[in-house]
C-alpha cells in the first residue's frame, strides 16, 4: 500500500499502511500521509503519588519534557505540510511530573536541592484550546448537518463501539460534526489548520475483541505467530485504517482549495505585502516565545509560592521543608542539620530560645509517643557536641490524618504523647496552625504578630502551642476554625 497511517498511543498491531507508534516515538510524522492519535500518558512510567496524583518519575519526566518539547513542532509541521490529523479523544489523565528545575529548600550553609513537580494531562498532546471542556462519558451521540456527509460510512462501522469521554465548545471556525444527545454540546469536530485538517473524534473502543479472542483460543486458533496478535485484532486494525483514509478522500474532496504548486512560491509571483505580513509573523512568533519562557517561569514561580500549604496535607521531606519555611516567616533562624552522628529535621532560634524540632505526617493515625522519645534523644545529642552550652527546647511539629480538612481530623497527639510533652516539656505544634500563623504573616508581613507567635511556641513547653489571634483577620479565624 503506496499511502501510510501513523497511529500514535494506538494499542492494535501495525498492519500495512497502518504503523503504530508510541506517544514518544521519535519517527517525523512527515513520513506519514495521515497522522491518528490516542493521547495517553501511560507510557510514561509511575512509582508513586503526589497529592494523590499519579506521579511520573524522573527518568520518564525527561522523557515527557522531552517529548513535549518535540510533539507541537511535529503536529504544526504535519498540518503545515497539508496532512489530515485525526485525535481521538480518549479519557483525561492528569499525572504530575519533575520539571527538572531545582531550588534549595535547606540553607546557604547547608543546601538541600528539590525537584519540582507541575501537573500535566494527556489533552496536552491536542494543539487546541478546547473552550468549556467537560470530562464525562456518554454513549448517545448525535452526527450534525455538516458531519453527516463526513461521517456517514465511517459511523456505520464504529456506532457500536464509540463513547465519547468529554463535550466542549466548538469555536465558530471549526466545523461541529457530532454532539451530545441534545445537541448542545460538540464531541466531534473538523478544523482547518495551516493547509491541513485536523479532526476531533470520540474514543472508539476495543475491548469488546477480547472476548471474541478467547472464544477463538478456547477453539482452538491462537495468535498469529509472527505479529503475535489476535486476528480479531489484526482485523480492526484493518477496518479502521481503511476507514481513515476514507475520511482523509472525503475532507479533502469538500476542500474548495487547490494546494497551491511548489512553483508558486518563487519570488516572481509573489507580493511585496507577503514579506512584510511574514516579518510581522515572525516578530509575534518571537514575542511568543518569550512570554512562553515568562509564562513557564511565573509557573514555577507560583508552585513555590504555594509550597507552604505542605504543612497542611504533606509529609516526609516536603513537610519538613515547609516547617522550616513557616519558621523563617515568623523570624526563627532555621536550619537542617545533619553530620556522621546526627540529623535533626530543624534547628531554629531567636531571641526568645534556641529549639529542635521534629517533624512527622501521618496518613490515617494520631502522631505516636516514638516521634516524641526520638525528639529527646535528638536534644540530648545535639546538647552533647562541644559547641552547645544550652539544650534546646524540643518541639514536635505533627500534621496526622493529612488528607483530611483540619476541622474534620481527630486528636492530633495520643494520650502518652501528652503525657510525654508534659514530663520532659515538649512543645506540640499542630502543622495547620502553624500555617495559619504563617499565612497571616506572609500575607501582612506583621512583626508584632511574629514575636507572639514566637513566644507561644517558647512558653508552651509541655503542651500543644496556641497561637495568638491576630488583631482582625477573618481568613485566620476561618483557617484556625478548620
Avoid at 122 to 135: C, E, M, Q, R, T
Avoid at 193 to 198: A, K, S, T
Amino acid at each position: 500500500m503506496s499511502r501510510t497511517i501513523f497511529a500514535f498511543g494506538f494499542n492494535l498491531p501495525s498492519v500495512d499502511g497502518f504503523d503504530t507508534l508510541d506517544i514518544t516515538s521519535e519517527r517525523s510524522m512527515l513520513d506519514a500521509d495521515i497522522i491518528a492519535v490516542e493521547p495517553s500518558l501511560d507510557e510514561f512510567q509511575t512509582y508513586e503519588t503526589y497529592q494523590g496524583v499519579p506521579l511520573i518519575s524522573e527518568h520518564s519526566s525527561a522523557q515527557y519534557r522531552e517529548t513535549m518539547v518535540r510533539w507541537p513542532a511535529q503536529i504544526s509541521a504535519a498540518l503545515k505540510a497539508g496532512k489530515t490529523v485525526f485525535v481521538f479523544l480518549t479519557k483525561f489523565q492528569k499525572h504530575f511530573y519533575y520539571t527538572g528545575t531545582k531550588r534549595n529548600v535547606g540553607t546557604p550553609g547547608k543546601p538541600r536541592m528539590q525537584t519540582d513537580v507541575q501537573s500535566c494531562g494527556n489533552y496536552d498532546f491536542i494543539p487546541l484550546d478546547l473552550k468549556g471542556l467537560s470530562l464525562a462519558d456518554g454513549s448517545f451521540i448525535k452526527i450534525t448537518r455538516e458531519g453527516a456527509p463526513l461521517l456517514d460510512q465511517f459511523w456505520r462501522e464504529f456506532e457500536g463501539c464509540t463513547e465519547y469521554r468529554c463535550y466542549f465548545k466548538s469555536d465558530p471556525s471549526w466545523t461541529t460534526l457530532m454532539t451530545t444527545k441534545g445537541g448542545e454540546h460538540a464531541v466531534a469536530a473538523s478544523v482547518r489548520l495551516g493547509e491541513g485538517n485536523l479532526v476531533l473524534l470520540p474514543e472508539i473502543t476495543w475491548g469488546h475483541l477480547d472476548a471474541l479472542a478467547a472464544e477463538r483460543e478456547a477453539a482452538g486458533y491462537g495468535e498469529d505467530e509472527v505479529t503475535g496478535w489476535s486476528q480479531e485484532y489484526t482485523q480492526f486494525a484493518l477496518r479502521l485504517r481503511d476507514n481513515l483514509f476514507a475520511l482523509d478522500k472525503r475532507l479533502r474532496s469538500s476542500d474548495e482549495r487547490t494546494d497551491a504548486p511548489e512553483w508558486t512560491n518563487a519570488s516572481v509571483y509573489r507580493f511585496a505585502s507577503e514579506a512584510d505580513i511574514e516579518g510581522e509573523m515572525l516578530a509575534l512568533t518571537e514575542q511568543i516565545e518569550t512570554l512562553r519562557r515568562r509564562y513557564a517561569d511565573l509557573g514555577t514561580r507560583l508552585a513555590s509560592e504555594g509550597e507552604l500549604r505542605c504543612l497542611l496535607f504533606e509529609t516526609g521531606l516536603r513537610l519538613e521543608a515547609a516547617v522550616r519555611e513557616a519558621l523563617s516567616i515568623l523570624g526563627f533562624n532555621v536550619e537542617h542539620f545533619e553530620d556522621d552522628q546526627s540529623e535533626f529535621d530543624a534547628i531554629f532560634s531567636s531571641s526568645e530560645g534556641r529549639f529542635i524540632g521534629e517533624v512527622e505526617g501521618r496518613d490515617n493515625k494520631a502522631i505516636d509517643v516514638k516521634k516524641a522519645s526520638q525528639l529527646h534523644r535528638n536534644i540530648s545529642e545535639d546538647f552533647a557536641r562541644e559547641d552547645v552550652e544550652e539544650m534546646a527546647i524540643g518541639v514536635l511539629f505533627g500534621n496526622p490524618f493529612r488528607l483530611s480538612p483540619p476541622a474534620e481530623r481527630e486528636a492530633f497527639f495520643t494520650r502518652k504523647v501528652l503525657h510525654f510533652a508534659d514530663t520532659v516539656k515538649l512543645a506540640l505544634v499542630q502543622t495547620p496552625d502553624l500555617f495559619a500563623a504563617a499565612r497571616h504573616v506572609k500575607n501582612t508581613g506583621d512583626a508584632a504578630f511574629a514575636q507572639q507567635c514566637r513566644e507561644a511556641i517558647a512558653a508552651a513547653a509541655g503542651g500543644v502551642v496556641e497561637f495568638p489571634q491576630p488583631a482582625s483577620n477573618s481568613d485566620f479565624d476561618v483557617l484556625q476554625d478548620g
